[in-house]
Structures are given as structure tokens and as C-alpha cells.
């Protein structure tokens, strides 16, 4: 019996120390060298290649290395029977709304245009800060926490989700109030999981919906967002800038207009990264339930997405 690591790109070895720590007779293999695939009963992945989990007879359990599981869901090969498990670390959450409320006070605050006027040695007083309104798209655990920190720091706060929820503290839209909620904000913060009611959701008919000059902080996922068309809506001023985490390539190409774009604020998809360390207890955990046969800690819904 054995784990099989599976993340092409990304290097396993922190993830092997991690675990061997905690579990030291855990047999582990680590993709592509694999030489015992009947062994193999659970599988933890990152952006595995699609079919490869039909290579082991006696899986059991897919874990994701992260919080998200497109990767994993967009894989057709994968038994319907066959269980998904993601990463909940509240170091992730803690990461996450530290970068989401960095990207709210640099836009409230105007911190690339003042970073411009410093270029041009311009000294101007003037409008030095933006009132803000922050609307939440995605009120999961990481969008909840975004929520309740910025409305601590005294923000206006809005959430938007695909389901309906009661008693929820902060005022909540659903995707059919979309309208609505745009009308109340003028920052958009994307944390939705990427689901097919959700790809492409940030394209121009939804910045054309949006106050004009709002400003928009993508951290989910690379394909929420049509990048073309931020880059037409940065032209017509439905939108006055974005912080973008993710891209739909990565590393973003050299010839991306992104690089040149001095309204876009570019990080390398680092706002919150998974900690081996702190995601291993999760792994040895649900390696030990699934022989057990006994419920997993976070378990995927695949009607959801997440």
C-alpha cells in the first residue's frame, strides 16, 4: 500500500519530507517513476496529467495538494465512485485575505498612482483616497474571512454566491441579483471556485454591468476571467485597474499585453500557497479514514465543484 505523488512542474520534495515525518513507514512514489501502480491506493495531485488515475487498479482516494480541485474535476477519467478530498488550512485563509485586503487599500488608498507620480516626480495632494465598497464573489471560507476582515477595518461589504443562504451577516446576492450587487460596489473581489457557471464569468458584458471605474481583484482562478476583455474594459473605463493573482497560462507568456499594462498589478499566483508542512496531518488523516472506511475530512461535492 502506498501514495502516489503527482505534480508534473512543482517540486514533490517538501511534500515527502512532510508527510515521512509524520508517517515514516508510508511507502510513497512520485510520479513519473511509479513502479508499483497496483500499490498506489491514494493519489495526491496537482494538475496531474488527465487519464493518469486509471494507471492505479486499487485507488481509493484523490487528494488535491490545494484548496482548489478544477484541476482534478476537469479530469473525465476519474470514477464517479472515487472519493476527492482538498486542502483546508486556515494558514491559506490567513495568506488570502491579507493579499485581498493589500489589493483593497492600494486601490483605496492609491498606491500605484501615487508609485507613478513618484516616476514622474508629480506632487499631488489631491483626492487621496477612494471611497470604497467591496463586493465578494465567493463567500466559502476563504471569501467569508475577506468579508469579516474588511468590514472590521470599517469597509462597506457585499458577498455574492450561486446558493441561496440564511442568516448570513454581511448583505448577500445571488448570482441572479448580479445587477444588484454590482450597483452596490466598486471593487470586485473574484474568489469563486471554477465551476462551468463560473468560467469566463469576469468577461465584458459583466464589466460593462459594473460601476464605472471599478477595480477588480481576481485570486480564484485564471479562467474566471476573459483577459481580453479586461483589457477592453480598462479602454472604455468600466474598470480603472485590476490586482491579478492568476492567469489562464502560467507563467504568463512574455508576449501577454499584461506586462506592459500599467493599470494591471501582477503577482506570479502566490497569494496564498499551500504549506506541506501544515496540509501533511490532512493527507496521513484521510490516508488512515479512507482504510477505515469512515468519512474524509473535506470531501469534494462534484455537483458543486467544490
Known sequence: MSLAIICPGK??????????KLDPELNIQVYPSIERPEDVEVALVWQHPEGILSDFPNLKLVSSMGAGVDHILRDSGIPEHLPIVRIVDE???????NYVVMGVLNFHRQITRYQADQK???WDMSNPEIEVKVGVMGVGALGYDVLEKLDFMGFPVFGLGFSEKKDFPFPYYTKDQMELF??????IVCLLPLTPDTEDILDLEFFKKCKKGTYLINVARGKHLVEEDLLEALNRGYLSGAMLDVYRTEPLPESHPFWNEERITMTPHIASVTNPSAAAPQVIENFKLIKSNSPLKNPVNRIKGY
Open 11 to 20: 517540486d514533490p520534495q517538501p511534500w515527502i519530507q512532510a508527510i515521512s
Open 91 to 97: 494558514k491559506l485563509t490567513w495568506s488570502m485575505t
Open 120 to 122: 514622474r516626480k508629480v
Open 182 to 187: 454590482l450597483d452596490q460596489v466598486n471593487v
